[in-house]
Every structure is written in C-alpha cells, then in structure tokens.
C-alpha cells in the first residue's frame, strides 16, 4: 500500500503545472505564559487576486508541515499548532485544474484519500488545533479547519462556502462527514446543499461563527492577534468551549429528506452530486468519521470520472475566464470616455437600466418619455431604489445624496441628450418607433454619442439603416432583472464601427456584466436558442401532448424552471412577440402557436393557476386550448425538444452567430440561468449524443467539457 506521501508524489507528476502552495512553519511564545505555540501559513506566494489551492504538491508541504509539528507536540516542546493563510485568503481548496487533467478512477481516488490522510493528521496531533479562518475559504479549506479541534472567524471575512455540489463533487476531505456532527445536520444541510444549488450562496464570517462552525469571531483589523490571546486563554483552561449535543434520532433523517426536496426543486433528480452528499451525510448519523471518508472518497471518484462535474468545471470557467475576457472584443484603447448617460424610456426596463447604469459608472443619467408623468414615474423609481439601499446599509446617506442628484428626467431630447456620450433606448419593440426615436436622438446628440438598443430580438442593422452615422449604433441586450441575470448581449450591426463596439464592451465591463459578442442575427443568441425550445414544447402541445406531460419532459434536464413558467416570467404576448420575429425569418423552424396566440389574446398572464400554492393549469386557458390528437410520451418529447435545440446550435455556429459553442453555453448560463451541470447546454448535447444524431458531430473536442480520452 501506498503511503500518502508516496501517493502525492505520483499525483504531482500528472500535474506539473500546479501553483503550488507552501505550508510555513513558525514558533513563538503564545500571550499570558500559555506555552510555545506552532503556526503554519498557508501561502502560493501570489496576491490575494490568485487565491491559495491545494493540488498534490501543496497537499505533500502541508503533509511534511504536520510531520515536523507532530514530533514537536509528541516530545512536549510546544502546547498547541495553529493553521492561518495569507492576507485575505485562508484557502479555497482543491486545486480544479488538476482534476480536469484526471483520466484514471484510481488517479480521482488518490485524489480524495490524499486530503484526507493528510488533512486527518491535524486531529490526530498529541496537542490541541487551531484554524484561524482570516480570509476567503471554500471548498477543501474549509475542510481542513474541520479537522481541528477549534476554529476562529474573521468577521471581515466575505466568502465562506462548500461549493462543491454547485460544480458536481461532494464535499470530499471531510466535509461531508464532519460537519452535521460539529453543528447538526439542519445547518450542514444548508450549508453544503441549499447554499450551493443556490447560486453558490456564501456565507459571511458573522454568519460561520452564528452557525457554530467557528468558536470565537474577531475583528478583522488585528485579527491574529485576538485570536492568539483567544487560543492561550483556551489552553490555560480559562474559557471552555461548549459545542451543541447533536440530535442522531428523528431530526437527522428530517434534515436530510429537507436537502432531498430542495435538491429535487432545483435540479430533479438530474445532477447526481447534491444525492451523493446526502447520502453520506445521511449515513454521518452514527458519528463513524472513518465510514464517512471512506464514503466521500468513492463518491469525489464517481464523480470526477462522470460527465456532470466536468461540465460543472468548464461552465465555472466560462463564467470566470471567458466572461471576463469577450472572444472578438475590440482593442479596448479604441474605446471613448461615457461621462453622461441618456435613457430614453421611462417604463420599468428604463429604469432599472437608468438606475444600473448609475449605481455602476457614476454619472450623470438622464431618462426620457413622451410626457411628464411617465418621465416622473422612472425617476421616482431610481430615487425609491436608492433609498432601498440605504435602508439595507448598502450605501451612506451622503452616497445615496450624490446618486439622486446625479439622475434627472426631461420631455426634451435636445435639453437631455446634447452632452451625453452614451444614449439607449428601451421603447416598444416595433422597428418603426426605435428608428424614429434614434432619428430625434442623432438631430441633438454630439457627434461622437453611442447609441445602443436593449432590443430583444430585431435587426439592429436595420434600426441604424436610416442615420447619418449609422456606424455608432450597437446593440446592447440586456436580461430580466437586470440587477440579477449578468449576460448583456452586445450585437454588431452590418455597420458598427470598432470604437462604438469597443466603448460598449468597456461600459459593460464598469456596469460588471458578462458581455458576449454576437452578429446581428434574429433575436439573437439566448432568446433564439429559447424561442426554439419553447416552440418545440408548444408544438407537442398543439399537436394533442397534454400540458403536463410536456412539460414534465424536459425535467430531466434540472433547468431553474419549467417552459411554460418561464414563459410567464417572460410575459405571454413577448414570447409570442419573439416567435413571430424568427417565424418571418426562419419559417420552416419557428412556428406561431396559434393556442399561444389565443392566450395573448385572451389577455392571460400565463398558462397556470396557484390557487393551491403550486401550478395548475388555468381552466380558463384549457377552454382555449385547441389540440390534434397526436399523443407523445415524455421520452419523444424530450427527444424532439433537444433534437430542435442541438440543430439550432448547429445553424447558428455554421452563420457565425457568435465565435464558439463556448459562447452559446456562456449566454445560457448567465442569461437564461442555466445550470452549471449541464455545461450551459452544448456538453450535455455531446453527453447524450444528440450533437452527433443531429449534426454528425459533436459541438465541443473530447476533453472540454469531458473526460479526457
């Protein structure tokens, strides 16, 4: 057998391009006579901007850290060890470029027993251990605190997490088995399962120590040093510390049936991680730490050799690396100084753009509409919003001052818009108006004005067809809400110059939105992609599928909601709008639900009822309902839905709709919120070979997004 050192060693020469991180031993003398005290410091040598990993070869300093610490405490020359990182950062754990390199189960196994062996160590020291929690810590660093014997937070601390079930792992070096049995299995529940599946919710250092994962919290400005004191004190037998007795009877197994029903509400059963970590947590109950590393060993194993997590990793680095750095973006020197801002519109998106784009470039933002009522209405809102946030200690009173002063409305373009640089509009979707409202706004604005449409779906090059400068109109889609869903569209039109486009992505960039570069094609990417799905899915029920049935179809797939929700989230008479768009553009395609048609009509807001507090079908839209008599099964309709969406993908990427496949799942994922798990969309086509069914081939090489081969 193997010894772990032995075992990190083989590991670090599959991965020779780790970062890899030290483990600094110190001695000191603790405060109050307490004894001579050993502190290790995790440190990667980097700014808190490259945060401290474990991969093997840190995992091995760690290990070699603990031997000599070992010996110390068992020949009696110091009283305790303690474990911190560097500034702002204590760890943020396993090291995930390491794992998408993994080929081998017996590699991802080595990966799992390796933390634990050496993780373990810390527990097992003939002398008490301390975890001084001073920075960001997730995922494996948060773990190996786990295995000390007490714990102290930084209430400066911002992000505290196991986010491991957010990208397809358990919480795999003890996680899983320690925590319910430190602070219950209510709180590990949350912890580990409804804060991931929650957008990777994290938890501030307040929040870790009200939890009980922490024994004491102090500030963060001489936060070492409190908790020195903190630690003499605990070792001199002056403070005890009291830790809750954990219910193993009824509560547990309530615990883990609540994880259950929150995993099967956000992914239905089709992501395998939240399941896996409940089953371990599930059988922590009995307090048999070794059974639950065992058990998180095999299921870390399971899960890195499987599709989901490596989907999970490639969507976490879309989001991280490619969000931030926009494929065809141009030279971002080209881009122009926007020191005012004019919205025209003052409906609901109007002012949510109005109050974004004040929250974000601090400027002066203008909003107007056709008449005094409505332009006081948008700045009501915003001047509201602002208040909100200071209600909620988000900003001062002097900050929410500046910012009311900084937004203003006026009926009169030439008064608003004459010294803006950035100008958009949000009006009725009718390329009639937006080309009308672009003519008054070129007869005002400088010369060198951006103007940008929040267009969902029509040609931007045929908006600016009729200026004088039709070169400075961009498209500038954004998502509903636009405080929430990160993706912003940004369209080239036939005519758009290089420093319109590159003054858009550097505005996108202050209002910290994902931006993606799309060509100026029919609605898009996220709402064609959509249309298409949800068409399809209107199309079975048409043809004679009872609602329920298609709709349950694409469960499967965990998306965060069911079409027909979505569509009334969106709005009946938009998507209605939407499909109309694509039908004159793409006939033999898109259809035009004439059922859907009927409900716009009929004025409904949706298809469903909530009078019992889930949906139902509306009786009312049932009455309207006319269907053929052709009845699929789920599994048809999931095929004919994913069959319609793999095609489209494939249409879309022959026209250059956007650079790559990486782009399309980019756009779902921060635009359409969908789940990590499925890699956005096009890993999960090639997963479950519908990109070779429908299009000959597979949307992303083997390895991206996969097990290498």
Same mark, same amino acid.
């Given at each position: 057998m193997s010894t772990t050192a032995e075992l990190l060693k083989q590991a670090?020469?599959?991965?020779?391009?780790? &970062? +890899?991180?030290?483990?600094?031993?110190?001695?000191?003398? $603790?405060p109050l006579g307490a004894g001579r005290f050993a502190l290790i410091t995790l440190d990667n040598g980097l700014d808190h901007t490259k945060p401290t990993t474990f991969g093997p070869a840190s995992l091995a300093n760690l290990n070699a850290a603990i031997d000599q610490v070992e010996k110390e405490?068992?020949?009696?020359?110091? +009283?305790?060890?303690?474990l911190t990182g560097k500034p702002? =950062?204590?760890?943020?754990?396993?090291? $995930? *470029?390491?794992?998408?390199?993994l080929k081998e189960y017996e590699h991802a196994l080595a990966i799992g027993k390796g933390g634990h062996e050496v993780f373990k160590r810390l527990s097992k020291?003939? +002398?008490p251990t301390f975890a001084y929690y001073n920075g960001a810590a997730m995922g494996g660093g948060v773990e190996v605190g786990l295995h000390c014997t007490y714990r102290t937070v930084s209430a400066a601390l911002p992000a505290f997490s196991l986010p491991e079930v957010f990208l397809g792992l358990v919480p795999g070096w003890g996680g899983c088995a320690l925590l319910p049995n430190l602070i219950g299995p209510e709180k590990a529940v949350s912890v580990i399962i409804e804060n991931s599946l929650n957008q990777n919710k994290q938890l501030k250092g307040k929040q870790v120590y009200e939890l009980g994962i922490a024994d004491a919290i102090f500030e963060g400005a001489d936060f070492l040093e409190q908790s020195l004191i903190w630690t003499a004190t605990v070792l001199k037998g002056e403070i005890e510390i009291e830790r809750p007795v954990i219910d193993r009877g009824e509560a547990w197994d309530q615990a883990v049936a609540k994880g259950r029903f929150i995993a099967d509400s956000k992914v239905h059963g089709a992501a395998p991680a939240a399941y896996r970590a409940l089953d371990i947590i599930a059988a922590a109950k009995n307090g048999d730490l070794q059974q639950g590393y065992d058990a998180e060993d095999k299921a870390l194993a399971d899960l890195i050799m499987g599709g989901e997590l490596r989907s999970g990793i490639y969507a976490f680095n879309l989001v991280q690396k490619r969000g931030k750095r926009p494929a065809g973006a141009p030279d971002k020197n080209l881009a122009r100084p926007v020191t005012k801002v004019g919205v025209v519109g003052a409906g609901l998106m109007a002012s949510q753009l109005a109050l974004l784009f004040l929250r974000r470039l601090e400027v002066p933002v203008v909003l107007t509409d056709i008449d005094q009522e409505r332009v006081d209405k948008g700045v009501g809102y915003v001047h509201a919003e602002i208040d %909100? $946030?200071?209600? *909620?200690?988000? !900003?001062?009173?002097? *900050?929410?001052?500046?910012? %009311?002063?900084? &937004?203003?409305?006026?009926?009169d373009k030439a008064e608003g818009f004459a010294d803006a640089d950035?100008? =958009?509009?949000?009006?009725?979707?009718? !390329?009639? =108006? %937006?080309?009308? &409202?672009?003519?008054?706004?070129?007869a005002v604005a400088p010369a060198h004005a951006i103007f940008?449409?929040?267009?969902?779906? $029509?040609?931007?090059?045929?908006?600016a067809s009729k200026l004088k400068n039709p070169e400075r109109v961009v498209g500038f889609h954004f998502f509903n809400p636009v405080a929430v869903l990160p993706l912003l569209e940004i369209v080239r039109g036939e005519k758009t110059d290089d420093a319109s486009l590159a003054t858009a992505f550097a505005v996108a960039k202050k209002l910290k939105k994902t931006a993606v570069l799309t060509k100026d094609a029919p609605a898009f990417v996220v709402n064609r992609i959509l249309t298409r799905f949800m068409g399809e899915i209107q199309n079975v029920i048409d043809e004679g599928t009872p609602v329920d049935v298609a709709e349950k179809a694409v469960e499967p797939l965990g998306l965060p909601m069911s079409p027909l929700v979505l569509l009334e989230l969106v709005g009946p008479a938009i998507g209605l709008h939407v499909s109309e768009t694509l039908n004159r553009a793409f006939p033999d395609r898109f259809t035009v639900s004439p059922n859907l048609a009927a409900v716009v009509k009929a004025g409904k807001r949706g298809f469903y009822v909530y009078d019992s507090g889930k949906p139902e079908l509306d009786p009312e839209v049932a009455a309207l309902l006319e269907q053929g008599d052709s009845v699929l099964t789920e599994e048809r309709v999931r095929t004919r839905v994913l069959d319609a969406v793999a095609q489209e993908i494939g249409i879309m990427l022959d026209e250059g709709v956007v650079a790559e496949a990486q782009d399309i799942d980019l756009c779902l994922i921060t635009g359409a919120g969908w789940p990590f798990h499925l890699g956005g969309i096009t890993p999960y086509l090639d997963r479950e070979g519908v990109s070779e069914r429908v299009n000959g081939k597979r949307f992303l090489a083997q390895g991206v997004a996969s097990v290498p081969a």
């Open positions: 670090s020469e599959l991965f020779p391009d780790e &970062v +890899v991180t030290q483990a600094h031993v110190r001695h000191f003398d $603790l405490a068992a020949d009696g020359e110091i +009283v305790g060890a303690g702002f =950062i204590f760890a943020v754990g396993a090291d $995930l *470029k390491g794992v998408e390199i020291l003939a +002398v %909100k $946030l200071l209600g *909620k200690g988000r !900003i001062n009173q002097d *900050k929410a001052n500046r910012l %009311k002063a900084l &937004v203003s409305g006026v009926l950035f100008v =958009i509009e949000a009006v009725f979707e009718e !390329i009639g =108006i %937006k080309q009308q &409202v672009f003519a008054e706004v070129e940008a449409t929040n267009t969902s779906s $029509l040609s931007v090059s045929e908006m």
